[in-house]
T-cell receptor, first 113, second 114 residues
């Protein structure tokens, strides 16, 4: 089966600290991968997507960055967190060639204090 | 520009009653259309999708949705709601012929009362 893992599930970080969220995918090759952020009571905001190793497209300029060091690994990072970075971060995948049918991981709840 | 509107921020229905969640989209052609469900603190689960063909599509958990081109709508329905259906529901559109972005609506929170 195709599974998406996100780590950690919950994170509390102080303002100005670094961030690294990891997403790993099982059971599929060459997926398209996505990072979304969901603020409390709001919809999904696409942050980054990747169609292959080392290929990252940014949707929203901010202090976050993404990397894809391996085919099934997608990492969201920040050098210095802001209070506004708090939210629920979702990783998603879609099959190569079928970009719009997306499947989501369980999410990471980030609270910046 | 593509957009998705879910006019209802929240809806309350009684258990056993029918449900309809509204979704309107703006797109230059017929898009791919999706409904997702999100339980609190969890990721999104794909309920159903429309790519082409029959405009009434069946999904998981007893949900269905109807694509109406003339109204640019893709409303989600369920004939009898269960308490476990309480969640947030997102309508989404995606581009045909390539492209990697899916546009999500703001969501409709469903409350189910006993």
């Amino acid at each position: 089966s195709q599974t998406i893992h996100q780590w950690p599930a919950t994170l509390v970080q102080p303002v100005g600290s670094p961030l690294s969220l990891e997403c790993t995918v099982e059971g599929t090759s060459n997926p398209n991968l996505y990072w979304y952020r969901q603020a409390a009571g709001r919809g999904l905001q696409l942050l980054f997507y990747s169609v292959g190793i080392g290929q990252i497209s940014s949707e929203v300029p901010q202090n976050l960055s993404a990397s894809r060091p391996q085919d099934r690994q997608f990492i969201l990072s920040s050098k210095k967190l802001l209070l506004s970075d708090s939210g629920f971060y979702l990783c998603a995948r879609s099959p190569s060639g079928r970009a719009n049918e997306q499947y989501f991981g369980p999410g990471t709840r980030l609270t910046v204090t | 520009a593509q957009s998705v509107t879910q006019p209802d921020i929240h809806i309350t229905v009684s258990e056993g009653a029918s449900l309809e969640l509204r979704c309107n989209y703006s797109y230059g052609a017929t898009p791919y259309l999706f409904w997702y469900v999100q339980s609190p603190g969890q990721g999104l689960q794909l309920l159903l999708k429309y790519f082409s063909g029959d405009t009434l599509v069946q999904g998981i958990k007893g949900f269905e949705a109807e694509f109406k081109r003339s109204q640019s709508s893709f409303n989600l329905r369920k004939p009898s709601v269960h308490w476990s259906d309480a969640a947030e529901y997102f309508c989404a559109v995606g581009a045909r012929g390539g492209g990697f972005k899916t546009i999500f609506g703001a969501g409709t929170r469903l409350f189910v009362k006993a």
